[in-house]
């Protein structure tokens, strides 16, 4: 069995950090209890590396076999901050020395590649838990007291995200489907108009991040459910196969959620009915006109109750979730052994 070390500031945001996974990966691999004992030292973010270059230049020169690993989870992180994260193989220059290192990310891996539930929301039982009881709820509501609701949400337009305003927030790398959306997501959150703007998040008058919070995700489904008539959906980053939390809680509070989907996106097979208000490709000013003129019609009602009913089935299955979660174990352990190999 190969013995990992985990080394980092953000080395608890990847797949083998969280505590459920952790149970799994717990017998396929050795978590080391030091740098010196392991054969692969892996961390969340490439900034990690940069943070600890010293160390690991003296741990290579002990350990000449040793290997470095970015196992990262965000997209954002290997985007903006990572280089080139097209590139499996990479390097960081440390003055005159250079770390390698292998990067394992959304485009370099299958890990991220779901068949059922996205990644992320198989890094805590809470997730599921949480969703199947709102789905339940929901799939038994008629198109009625859905348009009633909706009619007397006291919060128009709920944007729940961190305020990021610098346009290097919005680069665009369309050969590979993948656009970073926090520029976007923040202009949009911005120029919303008219009563009931809901804005929460960092730099939304307030300083601190909403994870600092006992729980952030219940907080945000408590403060809306059944009180929003749209809730913005969209992610830091369109990428093929990351999706978080964001869409589901829109549905799971009977919102109609604002996303940002290509056709080539995960998202068209998880939720084929659609029932979200998509803005792929437009700009601030048509998301904007977009959002303040959308009315629901007959069909996009139908689709949405077709899709609270897909979502309920979906997190009905206990089994498809473990099994979602023994994938992502089998595939980053299959890239740690090739890597070893």
């Known amino acids: 069995m190969l013995k990992i070390f985990l080394m980092g500031r953000h080395a608890h945001r990847t797949p083998v950090s969280y505590p459920e996974y952790r149970a799994l990966f717990s017998r396929e691999i050795i978590y080391a209890t030091s740098a010196e004992e392991a054969d692969i ?22 350990k000449p076999g040793i290997k470095f690993v970015v196992l990262s989870e965000e997209p954002l992180w290997d985007t903006m901050w990572s280089g080139d994260f097209l590139a499996k193989t990479c390097n960081v220059s440390i003055g005159q020395s250079t770390i390698a290192y292998t990067f394992l990310n959304h485009c370099t891996t299958s890990i991220y590649k779901f068949n059922n539930f996205p990644y992320f929301i198989t890094t805590s039982d809470e997730f599921f838990a949480r969703y199947r009881y709102y789905f339940l709820r929901n799939k038994n509501y008629s198109r009625d007291e859905i348009e009633a609701y909706w009619k007397d949400a006291i919060i128009r337009i709920a944007f729940y995200s961190e305020r990021r305003a610098k346009k290097d927030f919005d680069i665009k790398y369309f050969d590979n489907d993948v656009v970073r959306l926090s520029g976007l997501r923040s202009e949009v959150a911005e120029r919303a108009i008219g009563d009931g703007v809901h804005r929460v998040g960092q730099g939304w008058g307030i300083a601190t991040k909403r994870q600092a919070l006992p729980d952030w995700h219940l907080d945000k489904l408590v403060a809306l459910d059944r009180k929003a008539y749209i809730v913005s959906a969209m ?42 208000l998509n803005l792929y490709g437009f700009s601030a000013d048509e998301c904007i006109a977009n959002i303040h003129s959308f009315k629901p019609d007959a069909n996009f009602i139908e689709n949405y109750k077709k899709t609270q009913q897909d979502l309920a089935g979906l997190f009905s299955d206990a089994q498809l979730y473990v099994q979602e979660r023994k994938r992502v174990v089998d595939e980053v352990v299959k890239e740690l052994h090739r890597l070893m190999a």
């Open 235 to 276: 992610e830091n980053t369109h990428q093929e196969f990351y999706i978080t939390e964001k869409i589901f809680d829109a549905f799971a509070v009977l919102g109609i959620p604002i996303y940002f989907s290509s056709k080539g996106n995960a998202v068209s097979r998880l939720l084929p009915h659609g029932g979200f």
């Open 41 to 62: 030292i892996l961390f969340g973010f490439v900034i990690d590396i940069r943070e600890n270059a010293e160390a690991l230049l003296q741990l290579r020169n002990k």
